[in-house]
């Protein structure tokens, strides 16, 4: 069954960090692309960051250059986004997504909330 559990998220005042987790099971995570979303309120989903299999890693968002990292730890099955300076603008439920590279299948997470707020 595959399965991926993001976690990592909570309240944090503005100027904080937060790492946020996803574990992936059931799959061959390390032949999969990876990504992290973020649905503000009222808003569409939208896409933050991408790390291929090999550790290529792309931030989508200009707000959000030089304060977020992704990673990957493909032994641990698990994908990291590093968020420092946090802004309320930040505030949203983030999703991590997996990829088949060059193939059709792609995997949800439930979410994980975060709140920036004084």
């Known amino acids: 069954q595959v399965q991926l559990v993001e976690s990592g998220g909570g309240l944090v005042q503005p100027g904080g960090s937060l790492r946020l987790s996803c574990v992936g099971s059931g799959f061959i995570f390390s032949s999969y692309i990876m990504r992290w979303y973020r649905q503000a309120p009222g808003k569409e989903r939208e896409l933050v960051a991408r790390i291929t299999s090999a550790g290529g890693t792309t931030i989508y968002l200009d707000s959000m250059k030089g304060r977020f990292t992704i990673s990957r730890d493909n032994a641990k099955n698990t994908m990291y986004l590093q968020m420092n300076s946090l802004k309320p603008e930040d505030t949203g439920v983030y999703y991590c997504?997996?990829?088949?590279?060059?193939?059709?299948?792609?995997?949800w997470g439930q979410g994980t909330q975060v709140t920036v707020s004084s």
């Open positions: 997504n997996a990829a088949q590279t060059g193939g059709s299948r792609s995997y």
